[in-house]
């Protein structure tokens, strides 16, 4: 069974910064494309960034320069660290394993949620 | 940059109707078009891909068709569960993923 735990969402600063964690089991976060997805409170979804199994890595517009996805392949999880953030960076978090082409998740974990307020 | 736009916004039906959504995309790029369901509190679920093609686990009420820049979700006889909020997404070039702003179906 493939379980994905994202961890390391908060309640944090404009201007500050976060890592989250996505802890993957049951599938090797290095041999498939993941991904990160949010949802601001109330919201539809956005796409963030995703990596490909080979290492590119993708950004949405409104984080590029700003967040970095990377994966560390020893402890099979997925990271999202995010740098400068923004009150409109309020979201929950989700990362997602892919395996059907063109999508950004077949398997998804249960959210993150970051705040972004003073 | 690629826009989805889904309709209705929303569509209020009965147990057991027809339900059919709509996603239309600005440009004609892939016809990598997939569908996800999302119920309140929860994840998304993946159900189609490449348009047409169910996910795993998906029961065939389901099912997906278009291409070009007009793709349509059907689920033929509504069953309670069915009743959330759907999204399309689609993949482009640079590569990006974009997402529709969603359809909630919901009971009439």
């Known amino acids: 069974e493939v379980q994905l735990v994202e961890s390391g969402g908060g309640l944090i600063q404009p201007g500050g910064s976060l890592r989250l964690s996505c802890a993957a089991s049951g599938f090797t976060v290095n041999s498939n494309y993941m991904s990160w997805v949010r949802q601001a409170p109330g919201k539809g979804l956005e796409w963030v960034s995703l990596?490909?199994?080979?290492?590119?890595?993708y950004y949405a517009d409104s984080v590029e320069g700003r967040f970095t996805i990377s994966r560390d392949n020893s402890k099979n999880t997925l990271y999202l660290q995010m740098n400068s953030l923004r009150a409109e960076d309020t979201a929950v978090y989700y990362c997602?394993?892919?395996?059907?082409?063109?999508?950004?998740?077949?398997?998804w974990g249960q959210g993150t949620l970051v705040t972004v307020s003073s | 940059e690629i826009v989805l736009t889904q309709s209705p916004g929303t569509l209020s039906l009965s147990p057991g109707e027809r339900a059919t959504l709509s996603c239309r995309a600005s440009q004609s790029l892939t016809n990598y078009l997939a569908w996800y369901q999302q119920k309140p509190g929860q994840a998304p679920r993946l159900l189609i891909y490449g348009a047409s093609s169910r996910a795993t686990g998906i029961p065939d009420r389901f099912s997906g068709s278009g291409s070009g820049t007009d793709f349509t979700l059907t689920i033929s006889r509504l069953e309670p569960e069915d009743f959330a909020v759907y999204y399309c997404q689609l993949y482009g070039s640079s590569p990006s993923w974009t997402f529709g702003q969603g359809t909630k179906v919901d009971i009439k």
């Open positions: 997602a394993g892919i395996v059907s082409a063109g999508t950004v998740g077949d398997y």
């Open positions: 990596i490909y199994s080979g290492g590119a890595t």
